[in-house]
T-cell receptor, first 114, second 113 residues
Framework: DGGITQSPKYLFRKEGQNVTLSCEQNLNHDAMYWYRQDPGQGLRLIYYSQIVNDFQKGDIAEGYSVSREKKESFPLTVTSAQKNPTAFYLC?????????????FGNGTRLTVT | AQSVSQHNHHVILSEAASLELGCNYSYGGTVNLFWYVQYPGQHLQLLLKYFSGDPLVKGIKGFEAEFIKSKFSFNLRKPSVQWSDTAEYFCAELKVGYQKVTFGTGTKLQVIP
């Protein structure tokens, strides 16, 4: 079955460490997205990528970095510069353009930084 | 300012009650609108979507939503809720021509048996 795989499901890190969240899709979708979900704030867009080797900042990109070296993969690095990294992170993908296409979501990674 | 507003943060209903969850967007141009649902412990799923045409769209599990352009609204409705509808519901907007999907803050629905 096609889908989006996020790993791991739970991740724990010490403050000051960078951490990378994995997102892989086998849907042959061109576009991929990273959101963070916090209680009472809905989903906020961190970064998105429309094609390989290209990505754009979303609404809350500070303290995060991404890469898009392969179509199937869009890893997110939470750096030590992110002031409040503990959150639930969701990866999504969609076909070549988002217009007229809904997002498909992974199951998420819950990151806890102490 | 939030471009997608969901006014109800937490709604509690008894089974068989009717449901209406509010969603307002602010973009004055052409939009695609979506409702997603997140059941406890599960990933986000698409309930329904509006792209163009008939402003009344029907989704899965008996849900529907009406796009009212003059009111910038896309409210979600269901005539009779079930306990299994307990979940968090998110409204989302895509400004056509742009690539970002913006979500509302979500509404938690609790259905009491």
């Amino acid at each position: 079955d096609g889908g989006i795989t996020q790993s791991p499901k739970y991740l724990f890190r010490k403050e000051g460490q960078n951490v990378t969240l994995s997102c892989e899709q086998n849907l042959n979708h061109d576009a991929m997205y990273w959101y963070r979900q916090d209680p009472g704030q809905g989903l906020r867009l961190i970064y998105y990528s429309q094609i390989v080797n290209d990505f754009q900042k979303g609404d809350i990109a500070e303290g995060y970095s991404v890469s898009r070296e392969k179509k199937e993969s869009f890893p997110l690095t939470v750096t030590s510069a992110q002031k409040n990294p503990t959150a639930f992170y969701l990866c999504a993908s969609s076909p070549r353009t988002v217009n007229n296409s809904p997002l498909h979501f992974g199951n998420g990674t819950r990151l806890t930084v102490t | 300012a939030q471009s997608v507003s969901q006014h109800n943060h937490h709604v509690i209903l008894s089974e068989a009650a009717s449901l209406e969850l509010g969603c307002n967007y602010s973009y004055g141009g052409t939009v695609n609108l979506f409702w997603y649902v997140q059941y406890p412990g599960q990933h986000l799923q698409l309930l329904l979507k509006y792209f163009s045409g008939d402003p009344l769209v029907k989704g899965i599990k008996g849900f529907e939503a009406e796009f009212i352009k003059s009111k910038f609204s896309f409210n979600l409705r269901k005539p009779s809720v079930q306990w299994s509808d307990t979940a968090e519901y998110f409204c989302a907007e895509l400004k056509v021509g742009y690539q970002k999907v913006t979500f509302g803050t979500g509404t938690k629905l609790q259905v009491i048996p």
